[in-house]
């Protein structure tokens, strides 16, 4: 979705998705009215995290390879 991006840039990313992801599963767990625990609410939360940064990474558009990529073939 962002395209190719350098390394910290991607770090950076995946640890905003999951820190915001496993805050609202704590806050959720921690909610009275709602009828999860503190434990299960951060599990989904990390997992939520985890989702929302693939998708935010990962590039579903197949590009083809550049020509500069490929292996040339050497004659025998």
Do not use: Q
């Amino acid at each position: 979705m962002f395209g190719p991006l350098p390394v910290l840039h991607k770090i950076v990313l995946v640890a905003g998705a999951v820190a915001v992801w496993i805050g609202l599963g704590a806050w959720s767990g921690a909610m009275p009215h709602i009828p999860v625990t503190l434990g299960p609410g951060i599990v989904l939360g990390t997992v939520a995290g985890v989702v929302t940064a693939y998708v935010l990474l990962h590039d579903f558009h197949r590009r083809p390879r550049m020509s500069t990529e490929c292996e040339r073939r050497r004659p025998r």
